[in-house]
């Protein structure tokens, strides 16, 4: 059972997304069966993480890449082992933003980024910020697209959608989100617990406005 796009349109009102991202959105919960199930406050709560998360990952929709435009001290606080001292984060930040993702990134295993200048070229991008050279190959080739060379698609709102919902889907997060449990989704997200006070006020305003909008399981229907 599928939350119907009108009221996701709604929902996404009240929460000043644009509603261009109405149908990406509720295409993808579809097609990946998020927020789709037979109890409402499953639906709710999925559909609240959902939201919250990907509003903190890109600023409310609007902003689908990686900021890098750090000060030194941001960095040297971000990554202090490998910057080791603000010197060192002075002289990488005053080289820009691309000079920042290949400090931050290149040579990382765990990414896949085996050559140099992939920091910069496999930087997050999209709702759910898709980081590194193997999670563009492996969510290019899983929905069809070619991330691996051009990377800027994972911007565009019906690919940022699949890649997040395929991405919620392969990382287990439907139970966690299911359960409201904003620690655990963070860290299959975010990898730690980067910005967990954001993303717990904006679960829970989201929460509000979707509960506000499905107050009864009648109020859940299948979209066909």
């Known amino acids: 059972m599928q939350i119907r796009a009108e009221r996701l349109k709604n929902i996404l009102k009240k929460l000043s997304i644009s509603e261009e991202w ?3 959105i509720h295409k993808a919960w579809t097609k990946f069966n998020l927020c789709g199930s037979n109890e409402t406050k499953d639906n709710i709560n999925e559909a609240s993480m959902f939201l919250a998360q990907c509003s903190h990952e890109s600023c409310d929709f609007t902003k689908l890449e990686e900021n890098l435009n750090y000060s030194p001290y941001t960095l040297l606080k971000l990554f202090p082992n490998k910057t080791k001292s603000l010197e060192k984060a002075k002289e990488i930040t005053s080289r820009g933003a691309e000079a920042v993702a290949n400090f931050i990134y290149d040579y ?4 896949g980024n085996y050559t140099a200048g992939d ?15 193997n999670n563009y190959k492996f969510y290019g080739e899983k929905l069809g697209f070619n991330l691996i060379n051009n990377p800027d698609r994972a911007k565009e709102p019906y690919i940022a959608c699949q890649v997040a919902c395929a991405y919620w889907r392969m990382k287990g ?3 966690f989100a299911r359960e409201g449990n904003v ?5 299959k997200i975010n990898g ?6 954001d993303r717990r006020r904006r679960f829970e305003r989201v929460l509000e406005i979707v509960g506000e909008s499905l107050p009864v399981a009648s109020e859940v229907m299948n979209e066909k």
């Open 108 to 111: 990382r295993t765990d990414l």
């Open 183 to 187: 620690i655990a989704v963070t860290r």
């Open 22 to 24: 109405t149908e990406p």
């Open 192 to 197: 730690g617990l980067n910005g967990l006070d």
């Open 173 to 175: 997060i439907t139970a």
């Open 119 to 133: 920091g910069w070229r496999y930087r997050g991008r999209g709702i759910i910020q898709l980081t590194g050279r």
